[in-house]
Structure formats: structure tokens, C-alpha cells
């Protein structure tokens, strides 16, 4: 099947390429220089001359707190580009996959979200995904996978901001009343290029990461699996701390866990288990220093 990538240089693209290379994919990845997808011509001349069976858009302006400033900028790569792929998408006859957010709910709930429950984002990185999402469903074939908390040893996330705190500080004060679940990009990677090979596998799916907890317990894990692989890893002392004592430019959901069961009646055992990465993720993190 031929598959065209955006976003290659992310932390999901690059992940989507080490799996895509293990498999008789044919498939083209396109870097923002490569390909920009804001760009109407750019991307009509990109799909009409590789001719894809799949596009999987894996590029996004993920910044939480710079979107609230740059709104312009999220709302153009989250949203409106996505509607060109769309667009382009349908003149090809290819299946649009788009990848979203946790951050569409407003996390005033204590069950995990299902796909069908209200959205209602709280600042402008989940509206822009939301529109995403609306873009999106204009492809004629599209699947819409919302997942969270992504991290990886590529690009810029949480495990690599608290190993690189780590060698500055002796104590971190860290969130403890918002509730999530970690995804290793390489769990969703493997899981997005699953879902190709399924027909019928349409509309909006949730891929959780595995067990929930909050950012004060993912710290925790990242810096026990850190220790578990080098005892004499330097590790901060740790200070849960709570919303209101840490303000964001971005209010983000209290409780954003994800209910995956739709998805695992699709592929079951699909499920990630991020506490299980994290020592190999740490461990390609410090090969790549």
C-alpha cells in the first residue's frame, strides 16, 4: 500500500518510520521543508504525483502553552491544513489518517472519555484540534485516532524535559491533580499502521497508553525506570505540587483518561503500556546525547 507521511521530522513521525521500515509498505515521509501542508499547491502537487493509498498527517503544532499566543499558527497547522489534506485526499480517493488529542474534553468527568462524550476544549490547542477533527471527517475515508500524554526519545515531551531538569535541579515540583495516560509514540506507531490494514476502520477511535496516573506519578516512573539502568543516575527530589500552584498559559483538563474499548474490539490487544518503554526510551535517550 502507499502510504505519504507528514510531520516526518516529529517525535510520531519518527516513530511511524521505524515501524514503516519493517514492513512491504511502499511509503513517502515528508518533512515540514519537504512538504508544507498549509500550503494548498504544495500539497495538491504531493498527493496528485505520489498518488497515496493512505495519507496518516502526523504533523501538529503541539505546543499547549505557546498555542494560546501563537493562535494563528496552531489553528492553521492543526486545522486548516488539515482540511487541504482532506481535500486532496478525496481527489485521490485515499483514507485520510489524522491523529488528535485528549485535550477536546474539558476533563470535568471522573469516568475515561469515550468517543461519542461532549467535547469541549479548554484553550486553543484543543479547539484546533477539535476543528482538526471536523476537517478531517470531510475525507470521503478517514479515521480520527485521539491519543495523549505522547512521549518518545525523539522531539521535545515530559520524559525528556524531567532527564534533562534532572541534571539541573535537586527538587521538582510537579503536577499531581491532572490525570492522563502516557502513550510511547512507538506503541501508537505500531497501532496507526495496524489500523491500514483494516477496511473497515472508520471514524473516531481512542488509543490509550495503558494505565492511568498523574504527572506526579509519570515523573516518579520515569526517574525509578532511570535509576533501574544506572544506580548512579543523579535524581531530583520530587514535590507534588497542584494546578493553582503552577499556572499555565493553558488551562488543561483535570481528567483527560481515555476509554480505548472501541479500539480494542478493532484490535484487540492493541493497548499500549508506557511504564514498560521507559527504560528502553530512556536508554535510546541517552544514545542519542
Known amino acids: ?3 505519504l507521511l507528514t510531520g516526518a521530522n516529529g517525535q510520531l513521525g519518527r516513530c511511524l518510520q521505524d515501524v514503516l521500515a519493517a514492513t512491504e509498505h511502499a511509503w513517502l515521509a515528508c518533512s515540514r521543508e519537504q512538504l508544507d501542508i498549509t500550503n494548498a499547491r504544495q500539497v495538491q502537487q504531493q498527493v496528485s504525483h505520489f498518488q497515496p493509498e493512505v495519507i496518516i498527517n502526523a504533523a501538529a503544532w503541539t505546543g499547549v502553552d505557546s498555542a494560546e499566543t501563537h493562535a494563528e499558527s496552531a489553528w492553521k497547522i492543526n486545522a486548516e491544513a488539515v482540511a487541504l489534506l482532506a481535500q486532496a485526499a478525496n481527489s485521490v480517493n485515499a483514507r485520510l489518517i ?3 488529542t485528549d485535550y477536546v474534553f474539558d476533563g470535568n468527568h471522573q469516568q475515561p472519555w469515550r468517543e461519542t462524550d461532549p467535547t469541549r476544549p479548554l484553550g486553543v490547542y484543543g479547539a484546533s484540534k477539535l476543528a482538526g477533527e471536523q476537517a478531517a471527517a470531510q475525507a470521503n475515508e478517514h479515521i480520527i485516532v485521539r491519543t495523549a500524554w505522547v512521549f518518545s526519545a525523539y522531539g521535545n515531551n515530559f520524559l525528556k524535559t524531567m532527564l534533562r531538569l534532572a541534571g539541573e535541579r535537586d ?3 510537579i503536577v499531581a491533580d491532572q490525570t492522563g495516560t502516557p502513550t ?3 506503541d501508537l506507531a505500531q497501532t496507526l499502521v495496524q489500523l491500514i490494514g483494516i477496511p473497515h476502520a472508520r471514524g473516531i477511535y481512542h488509543f490509550s497508553g495503558g494505565t492511568p496516573c498523574t504527572w506526579f506519578d509519570f515523573a516518579s516512573a520515569i526517574f ?4 533501574a539502568g544506572d544506580p548512579d543516575a543523579r535524581i531530583p527530589l520530587l514535590k507534588p505540587v497542584s494546578t493553582a500552584e503552577f499556572p499555565t498559559p493553558a488551562k488543561r483538563p483535570a481528567w483527560s483518561v481515555l476509554d480505548d474499548q472501541r479500539l480494542q474490539e478493532l484490535l484487540p490487544g492493541s493497548r499500549g503500556n508506557w511504564g514498560a518503554a521507559l527504560e528502553s526510551v ?6 542519542a546525547d
Open 98 to 100: 489524522q491523529v488528535s
Open 282 to 287: 530512556i536508554s535510546a535517550c541517552h544514545q
Open 224 to 227: 525509578a525506570a532511570l535509576k
Open 184 to 186: 510511547w509514540a512507538g
Open 171 to 173: 527538587e521538582l515540583g
Open 1 to 3: 500500500m502507499k502510504i
